[in-house]
């Protein structure tokens, strides 16, 4: 993009009006009801020592053989502090584990560390945008974050969230823009659940189940602010609409497009992929049927049916897949959950169910 149309955006973002970027997808509120009900009944994140507990640390005893229907039958607690410490001691303190600790545990002092100990290491930056308790303590980590991963989308992402949110719509143009040029979009996730699963493996599980239990340390932060974020980009994009200044308008339209798709290619969860797909589906809805907009040349109707058809999918799939994984033996179980690391959750899902 020209650095004469970067600068058209960042002007014309910055003289809308603030508070645009409420998310108001009706959707996206089914979707997103569960998680937020979730955060608030979960217990006020609470800075402690390490310290304070390694000296006094005794190896905890090991659980016995937990396996996936003992997980179901909510016969196995979550790992406790002294589980994860030993975990920590066995297998050292690296950025990767100490963010799965500091998930497992709700406990943002362990990514704190992580921070500190390795302030150029994206993760763990990413980890203090999505959770700090304070605007200062996050501002901070999404500048650092930025930095240490440039060519990384979701910094932009959430640099545009940030500015949204402070009423600086100028500097949440520039931001989008600037993520035009940087393809990447990683939110190092997989690196993480790594982390968690060998906490589980640690504390006695089998190995499916101890991959499976990671997984209840997904977070889904980055989701929910990149959809306030194409919400906010849709209220610009109706902002210049009105007031019929189409040719800036058409900037936010490749914006949102490029952000729905690039989330859907790279992200390895469904729920990366129903996050790409409402974002991209919102964009699509205000191109001409005709109009080419698809990463295949499809126009703007064939990619809509398309996603569309996808989202049944999703839908019919996520349905069916548990009970034929509960049914399956312990060489499928084991199949299915590499898969998942390997070839994303989707992949994994059309395997299971479909043999393909």
């Given amino acids: 993009m020209s650095l004469r149309r970067l600068a058209q955006i960042a002007v014309v973002f910055g003289v809308l009006a603030v508070g645009i970027w409420v998310v108001r997808g009706k959707k996206w509120e089914l979707l997103r009801k569960p998680t937020e009900v979730a955060a608030k009944s979960s217990p006020a994140i609470k800075p402690r020592s390490a310290a304070d507990i390694i000296p006094q640390l005794k190896d905890p005893p090991k659980r016995t053989g937990v396996t996936i229907k003992d997980m179901m039958a909510g016969k196995v607690p979550k790992l406790n502090q002294l589980e994860v410490e030993a975990f920590l001691k066995n297998h050292g303190r690296s950025t990767t584990n100490l963010l799965a600790a500091s998930r497992l545990l709700n406990d943002l002092s362990f990514a704190r560390e992580a921070a500190k100990a390795d302030p150029k290491d994206p993760a763990a930056q990413l980890e203090l945008v999505l959770r700090g308790e304070t605007p200062e303590e996050k501002s901070a980590a999404i ?129 990366d992929q129903l996050t790409g797909i409402a974002i991209e589906k919102m964009f699509l809805q205000q191109l001409d049927p005709l109009t080419q907009a698809g990463p295949s040349g499809q126009t703007a109707g064939e990619r809509q049916q ?40 989707l992949a994994a899902m059309r395997w299971l169910v479909n043999g393909k």
């Fill in 143 to 271: 500048t650092a974050f930025r930095a240490a991963a440039p060519d990384n989308s979701l910094g932009d992402y959430l640099a545009a969230h940030q500015a949204f949110a402070t009423g600086d719509a100028g500097a949440a143009g520039a931001a989008l823009a600037q993520s035009l040029d940087n393809p990447l979009y990683a939110d190092y996730t997989q690196k993480i659940l790594a982390g968690s699963e060998q906490a589980f493996l640690d504390a006695g599980y089998e190995a499916t189940a101890a991959f499976a239990a990671s997984l209840t340390s997904l977070r889904v932060e980055q989701a929910l602010a990149v959809i306030d974020v194409s919400h906010s980009l849709m209220a610009v994009q109706e902002e210049f609409i009105r007031s019929a200044d189409f040719d800036a308008a058409e900037p936010t339209v490749i914006i949102g497009l490029t952000m729905g798709q690039r989330i859907q290619k790279q992200g390895p969860y469904n729920i």
């Fill in 306 to 345: 398309l996603l569309d058809a996808k989202l049944l999918e999703i839908k019919d799939l996520s349905s069916r897949y548990f009970p034929v994984f509960m049914q399956s033996d312990d060489v499928t179980q084991a199949s299915y959950l590499a898969m998942v690391k390997a070839d994303g959750e």
